[in-house]
């Protein structure tokens, strides 16, 4: 089960939230932040690794039962309080972070100073810790291109739409 990230930029809640079960038990719970930005490195060394600490601590335990419990709720897990309680074991909960880079981190050697610090944050066995990089070079341009040819698309359909509705009357 997998819940739809928190929309506002302002927010500080769960990037991604995903429940992987075994059977029908819970195997873990796979905390994600995803991030879009122009300085990969500080992004992960100040704002990713602090977040993961606090999940690690207990500091974001009701927001991390919240997300888990209404995700179970909106899928009809028939057992949603024996997931609650696995959650609370740092052993159920992994970790994921995806941040786009430019070609500073574009090489194994990047990638590791990208990351350096990981292992600090979220302690354990290096399955509960997960990395991915998208690279692209100039992302707010990026971004923009594809800002503007989904809009086009969306014009495009609802043209579309209101010309069948004038053709035929609902």
């Known amino acids: 089960m997998i ?6 930029h302002a927010d500080k809640g769960l990037d991604g939230l995903l429940v992987e079960f075994e059977d029908t038990e819970i195997a873990r719970v796979v905390i994600s932040e995803e991030k879009a930005t122009g300085n990969a490195r500080t992004m992960v060394r100040d704002r990713v690794w602090p977040e993961f600490q606090d999940f690690e601590t ?6 991390l039962v919240d997300g888990v419990s209404t995700l179970l709720a909106g899928a009809g897990h028939p057992n949603p ?5 696995a959650i609370l074991w740092t052993e159920k909960r992994a970790y994921r972070v995806a941040v ?3 070609d500073t981190h574009a090489s194994e050697k990047g990638l ?3 990351y350096k610090g990981y292992e600090a944050a979220v302690s354990g066995a290096i399955d ?4 991915e990089a998208f690279q692209v070079q100039n992302l707010r341009p990026w971004f923009e291109n594809i800002a503007v ?3 086009a698309i969306i014009d ?3 043209a579309a739409i209101q010309c069948m509705t004038r053709e035929r009357p609902i």
């Open 100 to 102: 786009t880079i430019d």
């Open 149 to 151: 040819r989904a809009t």
């Open 156 to 158: 495009a359909e609802e």
């Open 3 to 8: 819940r739809s990230p928190h929309m506002r």
């Open 128 to 131: 509960r810790r997960r990395a």
């Open 81 to 85: 309080d024996a997931v609650v309680a």
């Open 112 to 114: 590791k100073a990208l």
């Open 58 to 63: 207990g500091r974001r335990d009701a927001e």
